[in-house]
Nanobody
């Protein structure tokens, strides 16, 4: 069992920045780590992912504003968010996929990000 500990959410004004962190309590080599988000009444959507080799993937809505990175030695993934908009308001979930194309995956408990003046 892998535990994911998220931190960094909160309330920020439009145009502001936040940094999310997610640490996985495992010695496993995790293939993919990433972030998804879910706004009230909407489905959970991809925000960004990063593989152990550093390949990244972003939702079009966050390209140029968000940056995902990871520390493989610490099994920790980060999401730096700039130029935040009210539509970025959601619960952000950390996700890890241990083996590609498998169901060996884990989700964090979620952290609230609210962008409002």
């Amino acid at each position: 069992q892998v535990q994911l500990v998220e931190s960094g959410g909160g309330l920020v004004q439009p145009g502001g920045s936040l940094r999310l962190s997610c640490a996985a309590s495992t010695i496993l080599n995790i293939n993919s780590m990433g972030w998804y988000r879910q706004a009230p009444g909407k489905q959970r959507d991809l925000v960004a992912t990063i593989t152990s080799g550093g390949t990244t993937n972003y939702a079009d809505s966050v390209k140029g504003r968000f940056t995902i990175s990871r520390d493989n030695a610490k099994n920790t993934v980060y999401l730096q968010m700039h130029s935040l908009k009210p539509e970025d308001t959601a619960v952000y979930y950390c996700h890890v996929l241990v083996v590609p194309d498998s169901d060996w995956e884990y989700w964090g408990q979620g952290t609230q990000v609210t962008v409002s003046s």
